[in-house]
């Protein structure tokens, strides 16, 4: 099997292109790097003319509810028409358990998102997942403040990402279904706790603040509802096993 992942060089992607070769399947990249520019809609057709699937694993970082849905919009339209032009027999979209009723910030562009690949005409699959044990790092990144880091109260339940890009060519092989099972973490977790206990493997010494953000935004973070249904697909690795693989580089 041909696989095309666009995005194939971020958090999930580039498991997704590692766990697709490990399996044997022919992998290409949809990347600039490769001549793709998925916004721009460049290249887009040539790179998938013989996939057989396509599995779109692009992200925007932003809380702008407006930037968020151009975005998703934006690529996802771009991919959809070159699919259709090209006899595409399956397009994979992976997006967030639990955000039906956050339509806001973020979420609101993934919701976009499905909307649309639900309405296409190339026969589809919306592969959610929970939020992945790489969010601690990004999150820690960006929300720095000199001697402390102000963290989003956010309960969750963290998979790992190349435990998502392995799923995510598990749908592939098994065909379109519309909607597969989502994928969750092992155990339910706070955000807050998972940047403390990241810090105190790496040895940082900085305090974490827990924040309640405001708005709706703010409230579907804090609800619980993230940690999405307890009748999902659940992955192995747990946080604190993660900070001593992936974290460390392994």
């Not at 990347?31 to 992200?59: F, H, P, Q, S």
């Not at 659940?234 to 974290?247: C, I, Q």
Request: zero cysteines; hydrophobic letters at 40%.
């Amino acid at each position: 099997m041909k696989i095309a992942v666009a995005g194939g060089t971020g958090t999930v992607g580039r498991y997704v292109v590692e766990a697709a070769q490990q399996r044997g399947h022919d992998v290409v990249a949809l990347t600039r790097g490769n001549g793709v520019d998925v916004l721009e809609g460049v290249g887009i057709l040539k790179a998938i003319a013989d996939a057989d699937v396509v599995i779109d694993t692009l992200n925007a970082t932003t809380l702008s509810t407006q930037r968020a849905i151009e975005f998703f919009d934006t690529a996802t339209r771009n991919l959809l028409q070159a699919e259709a032009q090209a006899g595409t027999q399956h397009h994979i979209t992976l997006s967030i358990v639990g955000i039906d009723t956050i339509d806001t910030s973020y979420y609101a562009g993934k919701l976009a998102q499905e909307r649309l690949v639900e309405g296409s005409r190339v026969p589809h699959t919306i592969a959610r997942a929970g939020q992945f044990h790489e969010f601690a790092e990004q999150i820690a990144a960006q929300a720095t403040l000199g001697p402390v880091t102000l963290v989003p109260r956010t309960l969750t339940r963290p998979v790992a990402a190349r435990e998502v890009g392995q799923h995510l060519v598990s749908v592939a092989e098994s065909g379109p279904v519309g909607r597969a099972p989502d994928l969750l973490g092992p155990r339910d977790e706070s955000l807050s706790d998972m940047v403390r206990r990241m810090f105190a493997h790496d040895g940082t010494r900085r305090p974490v603040i827990e924040l309640r953000l405001p708005g709706a935004y703010g409230r579907g973070l804090a609800s619980g509802k993230l940690r999405g249904s307890p009748h999902g697909t659940s992955g192995l690795v747990t946080f604190d096993e993660w900070l001593r693989s992936d974290h460390e580089g392994a």
